[in-house]
């Protein structure tokens, strides 16, 4: 089983930067492509972005792309989303996963290891 711990949220203003981590442990997380949900207060949780296992192909919710970027270290057994220009709807909690095959997805079914998530609050 594949463990996940996120890190780097935090309060920011409108237009601000944040660097999310999600540090894993497990053998299998190189061979994993990994995804960022978010949910927000009252909403349901949604797709980001994710990455394959190898991190050649990456896939972005339409509301960040161009804003936010995907990333991982599979020799840090790591996933990361730096999030540039962040509004005030990016607030959410956010959540890395990972899915268990090598092939991302953006459906929350296809993910079989959750973390607990990092809050993210973005003020006007």
């Known amino acids: 089983q594949v463990q996940l711990v996120e890190s780097g949220g935090g309060l920011v203003q409108a237009g601000g930067s944040l660097r999310l981590s999600c540090a894993a442990s497990g053998r299998s997380f190189s061979n994993y492509a990994v995804g960022w949900f978010r949910q927000a207060p009252g909403k349901e949780r949604d797709f980001v972005a994710t990455i394959t296992s190898g991190g050649g192909l990456t896939r972005y919710a339409d509301s960040v792309k161009g804003r936010f970027t995907i990333s991982r270290d599979n020799a840090k057994i790591s996933a990361y989303l730096q999030m540039n220009s962040l509004k005030p709807e990016d607030t959410a909690v956010y959540y890395c996963?990972?899915?268990?095959?090598?092939?991302?997805?953006?459906?929350?079914?296809?993910?079989?290891?959750w973390g607990q998530g990092t809050q993210v609050t973005v003020s006007s």
């Open positions: 996963a990972a899915t268990g095959s090598s092939w991302p997805s953006v459906s929350l079914a296809r993910y079989d290891y």
